[in-house]
Protein backbone atom coordinates (compact mmCIF):
# COMPACT_ATOMS: atom_id res chain seq x y z
CA UNK A 1 0.00 0.00 0.00
CA UNK A 2 0.85 3.66 -0.04
CA UNK A 3 0.05 6.33 2.48
CA UNK A 4 0.19 9.86 2.01
CA UNK A 5 0.63 11.54 5.25
CA UNK A 6 1.03 15.02 6.04
CA UNK A 7 1.56 16.62 10.32
CA UNK A 8 0.72 19.53 10.97
CA UNK A 9 2.12 20.97 14.80
CA UNK A 10 -0.73 23.03 16.28
CA UNK A 11 0.39 25.72 19.07
CA UNK A 12 3.88 26.18 18.23
CA UNK A 13 3.63 28.86 15.82
CA UNK A 14 3.37 29.35 11.82
CA UNK A 15 6.70 28.28 10.67
CA UNK A 16 6.74 24.27 11.14
CA UNK A 17 9.47 23.46 8.64
CA UNK A 18 12.22 22.25 11.36
CA UNK A 19 9.55 20.00 12.51
CA UNK A 20 8.79 18.64 8.70
CA UNK A 21 12.03 17.75 8.14
CA UNK A 22 12.57 16.04 10.96
CA UNK A 23 9.85 14.00 10.46
CA UNK A 24 11.08 13.55 6.88
CA UNK A 25 14.40 12.36 8.35
CA UNK A 26 12.80 9.60 9.95
CA UNK A 27 10.38 8.72 7.07
CA UNK A 28 13.98 8.43 5.17
CA UNK A 29 15.73 6.58 7.66
CA UNK A 30 12.86 3.67 7.77
CA UNK A 31 14.45 2.22 4.50
CA UNK A 32 10.81 2.23 2.76
CA UNK A 33 10.18 3.85 -0.71
CA UNK A 34 9.09 7.43 -0.12
CA UNK A 35 8.70 10.83 -1.67
CA UNK A 36 8.05 13.94 -0.22
CA UNK A 37 6.30 16.44 -1.95
CA UNK A 38 4.85 20.20 -0.87
CA UNK A 39 2.01 18.59 0.83
CA UNK A 40 2.41 15.12 1.96
CA UNK A 41 4.54 12.90 2.42
CA UNK A 42 4.33 9.48 0.14
CA UNK A 43 5.61 6.00 1.50
CA UNK A 44 5.12 2.30 0.38
CA UNK A 45 4.64 -0.56 2.45
CA UNK A 46 2.72 -3.36 4.05
CA UNK A 47 0.31 -1.78 7.05
CA UNK A 48 2.36 -2.20 9.79
CA UNK A 49 5.56 -1.14 8.15
CA UNK A 50 3.85 1.86 7.30
CA UNK A 51 1.65 2.65 10.71
CA UNK A 52 4.90 2.76 12.61
CA UNK A 53 7.07 5.32 10.63
CA UNK A 54 3.73 7.30 10.90
CA UNK A 55 3.76 6.55 14.61
CA UNK A 56 7.07 7.79 15.11
CA UNK A 57 7.07 10.88 13.31
CA UNK A 58 3.55 11.88 15.29
CA UNK A 59 5.28 11.12 18.32
CA UNK A 60 8.05 12.93 17.63
CA UNK A 61 6.12 15.94 16.83
CA UNK A 62 3.94 15.49 20.15
CA UNK A 63 7.76 16.04 22.22
CA UNK A 64 7.29 19.73 20.52
CA UNK A 65 3.50 20.90 20.09
CA UNK A 66 0.98 20.07 22.48
CA UNK A 67 -1.61 19.33 19.57
CA UNK A 68 -0.67 17.91 16.25
CA UNK A 69 -2.79 16.92 13.01
CA UNK A 70 -2.49 14.26 11.10
CA UNK A 71 -3.96 13.55 7.85
CA UNK A 72 -3.43 10.20 6.11
CA UNK A 73 -4.90 8.70 2.75
CA UNK A 74 -4.16 5.60 1.92
CA UNK A 75 -4.56 3.22 -1.01
CA UNK A 76 -4.39 -0.29 -0.44
CA UNK A 77 -4.09 -2.80 -2.98
CA UNK A 78 -2.56 -6.31 -1.97
CA UNK A 79 -0.08 -7.75 -3.82
CA UNK A 80 1.05 -4.39 -5.48
CA UNK A 81 4.31 -3.34 -5.33
CA UNK A 82 6.51 0.08 -6.53
CA UNK A 83 3.17 1.55 -7.12
CA UNK A 84 4.98 5.05 -5.72
CA UNK A 85 6.78 4.87 -9.01
CA UNK A 86 4.47 2.94 -11.57
CA UNK A 87 1.35 5.21 -10.69
CA UNK A 88 3.12 8.37 -11.97
CA UNK A 89 4.62 6.92 -14.58
CA UNK A 90 1.25 5.33 -15.67
CA UNK A 91 -0.26 8.99 -16.01
CA UNK A 92 2.75 10.40 -18.27
CA UNK A 93 2.88 7.64 -20.58
CA UNK A 94 -1.14 7.74 -21.10
CA UNK A 95 -0.27 11.58 -21.17
CA UNK A 96 2.40 11.59 -24.01
CA UNK A 97 0.85 8.87 -26.06
CA UNK A 98 -2.24 11.14 -27.18
CA UNK B 1 -6.67 11.12 20.40
CA UNK B 2 -9.55 11.41 17.85
CA UNK B 3 -9.78 9.53 14.59
CA UNK B 4 -11.89 10.11 11.82
CA UNK B 5 -12.18 7.44 9.14
CA UNK B 6 -13.45 6.92 5.76
CA UNK B 7 -13.10 3.42 3.69
CA UNK B 8 -13.56 3.24 0.04
CA UNK B 9 -14.05 -0.07 -1.30
CA UNK B 10 -13.11 0.40 -5.25
CA UNK B 11 -14.06 -1.88 -7.91
CA UNK B 12 -17.05 -3.65 -6.53
CA UNK B 13 -19.90 -1.29 -7.50
CA UNK B 14 -21.45 1.99 -6.55
CA UNK B 15 -22.81 1.28 -3.87
CA UNK B 16 -21.17 0.41 -0.75
CA UNK B 17 -23.15 0.53 2.27
CA UNK B 18 -23.10 -3.12 3.33
CA UNK B 19 -19.32 -3.26 3.65
CA UNK B 20 -19.96 0.58 5.37
CA UNK B 21 -22.35 -1.02 8.27
CA UNK B 22 -19.79 -4.26 8.56
CA UNK B 23 -16.98 -1.41 9.32
CA UNK B 24 -19.52 0.64 12.12
CA UNK B 25 -20.34 -2.73 13.50
CA UNK B 26 -16.82 -3.57 13.64
CA UNK B 27 -15.95 -0.25 15.45
CA UNK B 28 -19.34 -0.23 17.64
CA UNK B 29 -17.53 -3.74 18.88
CA UNK B 30 -14.25 -2.33 19.90
CA UNK B 31 -15.76 -0.32 22.76
CA UNK B 32 -14.18 2.14 22.09
CA UNK B 33 -16.44 5.61 22.13
CA UNK B 34 -17.32 5.68 18.87
CA UNK B 35 -20.01 7.80 16.45
CA UNK B 36 -20.72 7.65 12.50
CA UNK B 37 -21.97 10.70 10.58
CA UNK B 38 -22.93 10.90 6.70
CA UNK B 39 -18.92 11.12 5.44
CA UNK B 40 -16.72 9.82 8.25
CA UNK B 41 -16.69 7.13 11.72
CA UNK B 42 -15.21 9.30 14.26
CA UNK B 43 -13.35 7.38 16.95
CA UNK B 44 -11.69 8.03 20.20
CA UNK B 45 -8.89 6.40 21.84
CA UNK B 46 -4.88 6.71 22.20
CA UNK B 47 -3.10 5.29 19.19
CA UNK B 48 -2.59 2.00 19.31
CA UNK B 49 -6.18 1.06 20.24
CA UNK B 50 -7.16 3.06 17.28
CA UNK B 51 -5.31 2.06 14.65
CA UNK B 52 -6.37 -1.43 15.37
CA UNK B 53 -10.08 -0.98 15.24
CA UNK B 54 -9.02 1.08 11.64
CA UNK B 55 -6.89 -1.78 10.07
CA UNK B 56 -9.64 -4.66 11.56
CA UNK B 57 -12.32 -2.79 9.48
CA UNK B 58 -9.39 -2.21 6.05
CA UNK B 59 -8.51 -6.06 6.20
CA UNK B 60 -12.60 -6.78 6.31
CA UNK B 61 -13.12 -4.53 2.92
CA UNK B 62 -10.40 -5.56 1.61
CA UNK B 63 -11.64 -9.56 1.15
CA UNK B 64 -14.14 -7.73 -0.98
CA UNK B 65 -13.05 -5.32 -2.71
CA UNK B 66 -9.63 -5.88 -4.60
CA UNK B 67 -8.43 -2.04 -3.98
CA UNK B 68 -9.80 0.21 -0.60
CA UNK B 69 -8.97 4.25 -0.15
CA UNK B 70 -8.74 5.16 2.98
CA UNK B 71 -8.67 8.67 4.65
CA UNK B 72 -7.88 9.59 8.55
CA UNK B 73 -7.35 12.68 9.84
CA UNK B 74 -6.19 12.44 13.63
CA UNK B 75 -6.52 15.20 16.18
CA UNK B 76 -3.87 13.89 18.52
CA UNK B 77 -3.92 15.60 21.87
CA UNK B 78 -2.25 14.01 24.79
CA UNK B 79 -3.75 13.95 28.40
CA UNK B 80 -7.60 14.92 26.67
CA UNK B 81 -10.23 12.37 27.18
CA UNK B 82 -13.88 12.97 25.68
CA UNK B 83 -12.89 15.00 23.36
CA UNK B 84 -16.02 13.38 21.22
CA UNK B 85 -18.32 15.26 23.15
CA UNK B 86 -16.83 17.94 24.60
CA UNK B 87 -15.17 19.47 21.20
CA UNK B 88 -18.90 19.80 19.97
CA UNK B 89 -20.31 21.00 23.39
CA UNK B 90 -17.59 23.87 23.00
CA UNK B 91 -18.94 24.90 19.63
CA UNK B 92 -22.59 24.94 20.98
CA UNK B 93 -22.10 26.37 24.00
CA UNK B 94 -20.51 29.45 22.01
CA UNK B 95 -23.09 29.76 19.47
CA UNK B 96 -25.52 30.23 22.16
CA UNK B 97 -24.30 32.13 24.03
CA UNK B 98 -23.90 35.15 21.46
CA UNK C 1 -23.16 16.28 -3.00
CA UNK C 2 -21.95 16.33 0.81
CA UNK C 3 -18.60 17.86 1.30
CA UNK C 4 -17.26 17.02 4.73
CA UNK C 5 -14.59 19.77 5.64
CA UNK C 6 -12.50 21.32 8.74
CA UNK C 7 -10.41 24.63 8.68
CA UNK C 8 -7.33 24.61 11.26
CA UNK C 9 -5.98 27.89 11.89
CA UNK C 10 -2.18 27.85 12.06
CA UNK C 11 -0.03 30.32 14.44
CA UNK C 12 -2.54 31.38 16.79
CA UNK C 13 -2.69 28.83 19.45
CA UNK C 14 -3.33 25.65 20.12
CA UNK C 15 -7.27 26.64 21.22
CA UNK C 16 -8.75 27.40 17.82
CA UNK C 17 -12.33 26.78 19.01
CA UNK C 18 -14.09 30.19 18.75
CA UNK C 19 -13.31 30.25 14.98
CA UNK C 20 -14.51 27.17 14.71
CA UNK C 21 -17.34 28.16 16.46
CA UNK C 22 -18.09 30.98 13.83
CA UNK C 23 -16.97 29.00 10.87
CA UNK C 24 -20.28 27.38 12.52
CA UNK C 25 -22.52 29.88 12.67
CA UNK C 26 -21.37 30.60 8.84
CA UNK C 27 -22.67 27.46 7.87
CA UNK C 28 -25.61 27.51 9.29
CA UNK C 29 -26.44 30.91 8.27
CA UNK C 30 -25.96 29.72 4.74
CA UNK C 31 -28.95 27.41 4.94
CA UNK C 32 -28.03 24.07 3.41
CA UNK C 33 -28.69 21.39 5.10
CA UNK C 34 -25.61 20.68 7.90
CA UNK C 35 -23.80 18.83 11.05
CA UNK C 36 -21.50 19.60 13.11
CA UNK C 37 -19.25 16.62 14.90
CA UNK C 38 -15.91 16.46 16.14
CA UNK C 39 -13.60 16.48 13.42
CA UNK C 40 -15.86 17.67 10.77
CA UNK C 41 -18.51 19.82 9.67
CA UNK C 42 -20.57 17.90 7.17
CA UNK C 43 -22.36 20.13 4.60
CA UNK C 44 -25.17 19.09 1.53
CA UNK C 45 -25.69 21.39 -1.59
CA UNK C 46 -24.40 21.29 -5.40
CA UNK C 47 -20.55 22.37 -5.87
CA UNK C 48 -21.09 25.98 -6.15
CA UNK C 49 -23.38 26.46 -2.95
CA UNK C 50 -21.26 24.23 -0.70
CA UNK C 51 -17.67 25.68 -2.37
CA UNK C 52 -19.09 29.31 -1.67
CA UNK C 53 -19.58 28.74 2.12
CA UNK C 54 -16.24 26.75 2.55
CA UNK C 55 -14.57 29.60 1.19
CA UNK C 56 -16.04 31.86 2.98
CA UNK C 57 -15.03 29.99 6.08
CA UNK C 58 -11.78 30.04 5.23
CA UNK C 59 -11.86 34.02 4.24
CA UNK C 60 -13.55 33.97 7.87
CA UNK C 61 -10.54 32.74 9.83
CA UNK C 62 -7.83 33.86 7.26
CA UNK C 63 -8.29 37.71 9.10
CA UNK C 64 -7.49 36.23 12.16
CA UNK C 65 -4.72 33.70 11.80
CA UNK C 66 -1.72 34.12 8.60
CA UNK C 67 -1.88 30.54 8.17
CA UNK C 68 -4.95 28.26 7.25
CA UNK C 69 -5.28 24.30 6.89
CA UNK C 70 -8.37 22.95 5.35
CA UNK C 71 -9.41 19.51 4.50
CA UNK C 72 -12.38 18.62 2.62
CA UNK C 73 -13.78 15.62 1.46
CA UNK C 74 -16.46 15.58 -1.07
CA UNK C 75 -19.15 12.73 -1.94
CA UNK C 76 -20.35 13.62 -5.45
CA UNK C 77 -23.29 11.94 -6.57
CA UNK C 78 -25.40 14.09 -9.27
CA UNK C 79 -29.24 13.65 -8.50
CA UNK C 80 -28.81 12.46 -4.78
CA UNK C 81 -30.94 14.77 -2.23
CA UNK C 82 -30.94 14.30 1.73
CA UNK C 83 -28.01 12.15 1.80
CA UNK C 84 -26.72 13.60 4.76
CA UNK C 85 -29.54 11.97 6.79
CA UNK C 86 -30.29 8.82 4.67
CA UNK C 87 -26.38 7.74 4.31
CA UNK C 88 -26.75 7.10 8.14
CA UNK C 89 -30.26 5.75 8.34
CA UNK C 90 -29.05 3.12 5.58
CA UNK C 91 -26.17 2.02 7.83
CA UNK C 92 -28.41 2.11 11.32
CA UNK C 93 -31.37 -0.13 9.02
CA UNK C 94 -28.64 -2.27 7.75
CA UNK C 95 -26.83 -2.65 11.32
CA UNK C 96 -30.41 -3.60 12.66
CA UNK C 97 -31.54 -5.77 10.82
CA UNK C 98 -29.07 -8.67 11.55
CA UNK D 1 -2.54 28.45 -2.09
CA UNK D 2 -1.42 25.02 -2.43
CA UNK D 3 -4.07 22.46 -3.42
CA UNK D 4 -3.63 19.26 -3.05
CA UNK D 5 -6.02 17.34 -4.56
CA UNK D 6 -7.06 13.43 -5.03
CA UNK D 7 -10.38 12.13 -7.62
CA UNK D 8 -11.55 8.86 -7.01
CA UNK D 9 -14.59 7.36 -9.61
CA UNK D 10 -16.83 5.26 -7.76
CA UNK D 11 -18.30 2.67 -9.48
CA UNK D 12 -16.29 2.09 -12.74
CA UNK D 13 -14.01 -0.68 -12.21
CA UNK D 14 -10.56 -0.89 -9.81
CA UNK D 15 -8.30 1.16 -12.68
CA UNK D 16 -9.09 4.48 -12.55
CA UNK D 17 -5.65 5.38 -14.23
CA UNK D 18 -7.40 6.85 -18.02
CA UNK D 19 -9.77 9.26 -16.09
CA UNK D 20 -6.86 10.32 -13.80
CA UNK D 21 -4.24 11.27 -16.72
CA UNK D 22 -6.95 13.38 -18.05
CA UNK D 23 -7.60 15.59 -15.05
CA UNK D 24 -3.62 15.45 -14.95
CA UNK D 25 -4.22 16.64 -18.75
CA UNK D 26 -6.69 19.36 -17.56
CA UNK D 27 -4.42 20.77 -14.94
CA UNK D 28 -1.86 21.39 -16.92
CA UNK D 29 -3.64 22.80 -19.32
CA UNK D 30 -4.75 25.17 -16.65
CA UNK D 31 -0.85 27.05 -16.59
CA UNK D 32 -1.17 27.15 -12.92
CA UNK D 33 2.32 25.71 -11.25
CA UNK D 34 1.12 22.08 -10.55
CA UNK D 35 3.02 18.65 -9.81
CA UNK D 36 1.44 14.60 -9.86
CA UNK D 37 2.98 12.41 -7.37
CA UNK D 38 1.52 8.82 -6.70
CA UNK D 39 -0.95 10.27 -3.89
CA UNK D 40 -2.55 13.70 -5.13
CA UNK D 41 -1.50 16.64 -7.89
CA UNK D 42 -0.46 20.07 -6.32
CA UNK D 43 -1.38 23.05 -7.90
CA UNK D 44 -0.81 26.49 -6.96
CA UNK D 45 -2.80 29.79 -7.47
CA UNK D 46 -5.69 31.59 -5.71
CA UNK D 47 -8.86 29.87 -4.45
CA UNK D 48 -11.07 31.05 -7.12
CA UNK D 49 -8.36 29.74 -9.77
CA UNK D 50 -7.29 26.58 -7.81
CA UNK D 51 -11.27 25.50 -7.69
CA UNK D 52 -12.26 26.05 -10.73
CA UNK D 53 -9.89 23.43 -11.91
CA UNK D 54 -10.83 20.95 -9.54
CA UNK D 55 -14.00 21.38 -10.48
CA UNK D 56 -13.42 21.11 -14.42
CA UNK D 57 -11.50 17.72 -13.31
CA UNK D 58 -14.66 16.48 -10.80
CA UNK D 59 -17.22 17.43 -13.99
CA UNK D 60 -15.23 15.21 -16.51
CA UNK D 61 -15.03 12.20 -13.79
CA UNK D 62 -18.36 12.62 -13.09
CA UNK D 63 -19.93 12.37 -17.13
CA UNK D 64 -17.93 8.81 -16.49
CA UNK D 65 -18.92 7.58 -13.14
CA UNK D 66 -22.09 7.72 -11.51
CA UNK D 67 -20.10 8.55 -7.82
CA UNK D 68 -17.00 10.66 -7.67
CA UNK D 69 -15.06 10.96 -4.04
CA UNK D 70 -12.57 13.92 -4.03
CA UNK D 71 -10.14 14.43 -0.97
CA UNK D 72 -8.71 18.39 -1.15
CA UNK D 73 -6.18 19.62 1.45
CA UNK D 74 -5.31 22.81 0.94
CA UNK D 75 -2.47 25.31 2.70
CA UNK D 76 -3.65 28.83 2.44
CA UNK D 77 -1.03 30.99 3.34
CA UNK D 78 -1.65 34.62 1.26
CA UNK D 79 1.00 36.24 0.09
CA UNK D 80 3.38 33.44 -0.38
CA UNK D 81 3.88 32.74 -3.72
CA UNK D 82 5.99 29.75 -5.22
CA UNK D 83 5.59 27.56 -2.40
CA UNK D 84 5.43 24.47 -4.63
CA UNK D 85 8.57 24.46 -5.31
CA UNK D 86 10.15 26.65 -1.92
CA UNK D 87 8.37 24.13 0.78
CA UNK D 88 10.23 21.00 -0.78
CA UNK D 89 13.40 23.23 -0.71
CA UNK D 90 13.43 24.30 2.91
CA UNK D 91 12.92 20.73 3.89
CA UNK D 92 16.11 19.38 1.90
CA UNK D 93 18.31 22.32 3.13
CA UNK D 94 17.17 21.38 6.71
CA UNK D 95 18.14 18.17 6.13
CA UNK D 96 21.52 18.43 4.10
CA UNK D 97 22.81 20.90 6.44
CA UNK D 98 22.86 18.36 9.43
Redesign the interface.
Known amino acids: M?A?F?I?P??V??S???L??EC??IV?ASGLPN??????T?IEGD?DEV?RVI?QC?DHV?MAA?????????????GVRG???S??E??EQ??SS?
Open positions: IASTIGGEVSEVAVGRETNAMFNWMKVAPRVSVVVKIDHRPALRKVSVRLR
